[in-house]
């Protein structure tokens, strides 16, 4: 199973009305084309726990690019992934690494407008959360972390099923 382009979110929401304000992190991956999501992680910890587990979902998947958020501007993630790699490089970054960085660094350095223009691509990523939380609500109501997950989880098959027929 492959794709053609992929754009990456991640996104913090509120775990219902305790007093102190706990976030679940999710990571969702969305096909550009159908914008539906073709992979999706959660976590009560860190971002870079829901990004694992959504990662475990595409192993058997062929990604041809790829947008990432600036969290994820590093060799390590660039090289995780086997198509091309948008990313917004941070302010300290440099060269040493792994081919597939120094060839995304020079891509940037190279044609900056065209690789911004499909770096920005991911804001469809964003409007998707947003249309998400605007139907589906702001807050999870669940305070167990598995019912937090499964909330989550069940807002990411309703936006799939939404952009269904697309």
Same mark, same amino acid.
């Given at each position: 199973? /492959?794709?053609?382009?992929?754009? @990456? ?8 009305? $305790?007093?102190?304000?706990? #976030?679940? *992190?999710? #990571? ?30 595409? =192993? ?9 958020? &600036? *969290? *994820?501007? @590093? +060799? ?9 790699? *948008?990313?917004? +490089?941070?302010?300290?970054? @440099?060269?040493? /690494? +792994? ?17 911004? /223009?499909?770096? =920005?691509? &991911? ?5 998707? #959360? ?12 669940? &305070? ?5 997950? $499964?909330?989550? #989880?069940? @807002? /990411?098959?309703? =936006? ?5 027929? &697309?």
């Amino acid at each position: 199973m /492959g794709t053609d382009d992929v754009i @990456t979110n991640n996104d913090r929401r509120e775990k219902g009305a $305790s007093r102190r304000r706990l #976030f679940a *992190y999710m #990571f969702a991956l969305m096909d550009l084309r159908t914008r539906m999501y073709m992979a999706y992680g959660s976590s009560m910890k860190s971002e870079k726990d829901a990004f694992d587990k959504a990662m475990g979902m595409v =192993h058997d998947i062929d990604i041809d690019s790829v947008r990432l958020d &600036r *969290y *994820y501007s @590093t +060799p390590a993630y660039v090289s995780r992934f086997g198509g091309k790699v *948008y990313i917004m +490089p941070k302010r300290d970054s @440099t060269l040493k /690494g +792994p081919q597939k960085w120094k060839d995304t660094m020079k891509d940037f350095i190279q044609n900056t407008m065209g690789y911004l /223009g499909q770096y =920005h691509l &991911r804001s469809n990523s964003e409007a998707g #959360f947003a249309a998400d939380k605007k139907m589906l609500g702001w807050s999870i109501a669940q &305070r167990r972390d598995d019912r937090i997950d $499964s909330a989550l #989880f069940c @807002t /990411g098959l309703w =936006h799939n099923l939404f952009n269904f027929d &697309r």
